[in-house]
């Protein structure tokens, strides 16, 4: 499959040239992992995706090699090949657009930002948005079988880029994904040179992730209000929905935070699944 690929436009390493055998030890590696994927989701052209996804492999074998060494199993393979089309698309649109330089993110931004989710129109919007903050935003769809919500990582700009999968379609897993993301992008910016991989089915002992996950839930609603949440204990829609509007957020992210708090995910599904994000985003039936 690989054998007509060429290579002169292949990114020089880190020292400012290519290594013949690290680079022959990231081919090997991409061998077994395109392997690994159905030949369907290498698209109409698998030579160009064993191309992205060898580029992908030794760029993980020059920033951090222990993430190089991981695996080389069916996820493994899927998690790079996205992460390499996610990545491919962020650059090309930092390349063609306009993005101003990143000054930081507060944690009063990441509330303002937040609010946005009260108006079910603001999803086609947020990508500018967060531009405006020079942070680059793209949607690349899932591949069936990986275990992947979203990524961050650091553009050669300099500038942070989130990429979502929209695995699920729901309106509350849109949200906490991208200000999980973002709660990345405020509190571990200095870390984005290796991109960070988050799959929200998970629950992890890092602390990163634990600071993410904080930061994310206090930000869409603040820790003060979410003690006075009485939708919690009556369970009932119309108190979801009164509270979703006094503290200027959806009713999916109050149901879906007391679905996950509860373990309770028989609990409003009505409001959870009136939305459809990835028709609204991916133009989905």
Sequence with gaps: MASDIKFEDFPASPTGFLNAYDFYDSFL????????????????????????????????????????????????????????????????????????????????????????SSDESNLIKIDRILL???????????????????????????????????????????????????????LHSDTLGTPILDDMDVQTGDLIERQADRLANASLISRSAWR????????????????????????AIVAGRIRNDLNRYDLFSKIIHAVDVRKILLGDE
């Design 29 to 116: 590696k991409c061998e077994v992992l395109a392997k690994q994927v159905p030949r369907k989701e290498l698209g109409q052209n698998p030579d160009y995706s064993f191309y992205q996804l060898l580029k992908e492999i030794h760029s993980a074998k020059s920033d951090n090699p222990a993430l190089f060494r991981k695996r080389t199993d069916a996820e493994e393979a899927l998690t790079r090949l996205w992460l390499s089309r996610a990545r491919e698309k962020a650059n090309l649109f930092a390349a063609y657009n306009e993005v101003p330089t990143f000054p930081g993110l507060s944690s009063d931004d990441l509330v303002k930002i937040g609010k946005a």
């Design 132 to 186: 405006d903050l020079g942070i680059v935003l793209v949607y690349e769809r899932s591949i069936p079988g990986m275990k992947l919500d979203g990524a961050v990582f650091r553009l050669g700009t300099g500038n942070p880029a989130i990429a979502l999968s929209l695995r699920y379609p729901r309106l509350d897993h849109f949200w906490f994904t991208l200000m999980h993301e973002l709660a990345h992008v405020s």
């Design 228 to 251: 006075s949440c009485q939708a919690m204990y009556s369970q009932n829609d119309n108190e979801v929905r009164s509270f979703a509007a006094q503290v200027g957020v959806h009713p």
